[in-house]
């Protein structure tokens, strides 16, 4: 939903803003729909739903690394323990979709490969990345009724012992708490985030962004969920920061400690970088997280 009538300025009004936000969202959630209500490319969804029911399910959107899938299946699998690995693939590169999949069915995971969607620019990564989830709650964990589950990024590694289902125990929601509203609205950030699912089973749980309401990806549940929790229903991880250098600063890149867990952070460095300087700041960051990585996983 867009932002409520109350929010908008006069100037805003003025300048009919309230009605070309929402025309725009209807159009956005128009396309969501439709892509939400496609078969997936590969995989078998009668199987996925059959392995997911009564069990604690961990979702990973994968997209175009399929390193990154390595490394975090092999780390899953060493450091938490009862879970069912589900890969929810939406890269576009054919080949590396392949290597993902290769990955997963040697780890005993679950795969399925989603169809093209239609938001391809790099600026939209976000509403592809929330309508590969809002198709995965749908399609899979809505019918296939696990006990809980949660989505993580691909790019998100435990780095230690660590069961992220634990603060379900005793909260509905649990994750990295974000408010990009001003304090009006807040989210769960999309790249962990975990549900019990008895809680939301009754829900249209609607993973898709609103940026007019201060809400990135997954945001779009404040107004299906997270607005009628009361704050004892929610766990909030937190986030570390930890610079990659002593001589390089947290605003041009980083890594994010997130409870137990280890976050590349993609796009903490700046786009308006020159590419050389960025480059250099990923392969940099890149050869950190193997050693990290590598470490991990232990003998």
């Known amino acids: 939903m867009p932002r409520p009538w109350s929010d908008y300025t006069l100037r805003e009004w003025l300048r009919i803003r309230p009605f070309e936000q929402r025309y725009n969202y209807a159009r956005y959630q128009f396309v969501a729909r439709r892509v939400a209500r496609r078969p997936a490319a ?5 199987a996925v739903k059959a392995a997911i029911r009564g069990r604690r399910v961990l979702v ?4 175009n690394d399929a390193e990154f899938i390595d490394w975090q299946t092999a780390l899953v699998a060493r450091h938490v323990e009862d879970c069912f690995h589900l890969i929810i693939d939406n890269s576009s590169d054919a080949a590396i979709a392949a290597r993902i999949e290769a990955i ?19 600026i939209d990564g976000g509403r592809a990345h929330g309508s590969a989830m809002t198709w995965t709650w749908r399609n899979l964990l809505r019918p296939g009724r696990p006990a809980a589950f949660g989505f993580i990024d691909h790019d998100i590694f435990p780095v230690r012992p660590t ?18 509203s001003g304090g009006k609205r807040w989210f769960l950030w999309a790249g962990f985030c975990f549900f019990r699912f008895d809680a939301v089973q009754s829900l249209a749980l609607d993973f898709s962004l609103d940026w007019n309401a201060g809400l990135d990806t997954g945001g779009a549940n ?4 997270y607005e009628r929790l009361a704050a004892d229903q929610v766990f909030d991880v937190g986030e570390v920061l930890e610079a990659i250098g002593e001589d390089v600063p947290l605003e041009l890149a980083r890594f994010e400690r997130v409870g137990d867990w280890l ?6 460095t700046p786009h308006n970088l020159p590419e050389a300087q960025r480059e250099a700041l990923a392969r940099r960051k890149r050869a950190i997280l193997e050693t990290r990585i590598e470490a991990a996983l232990g003998p």
């Open 42 to 46: 590969r995989g078998d969804v009668r």
């Open 104 to 122: 997963a069915t040697a780890r005993g995971c679950g795969y399925m490969k989603l169809a093209p969607n239609p938001w391809r620019k790099p």
């Open 222 to 225: 404040w107004f299906v969920l």
């Open 163 to 180: 069961d992220p289902f634990a603060p379900l125990g005793r909260h509905t929601v649990a994750g990295q708490v974000r408010d990009k």
């Open 60 to 63: 990973t959107i994968a997209f």
């Open 263 to 268: 976050h590349f952070s993609n796009f903490s």
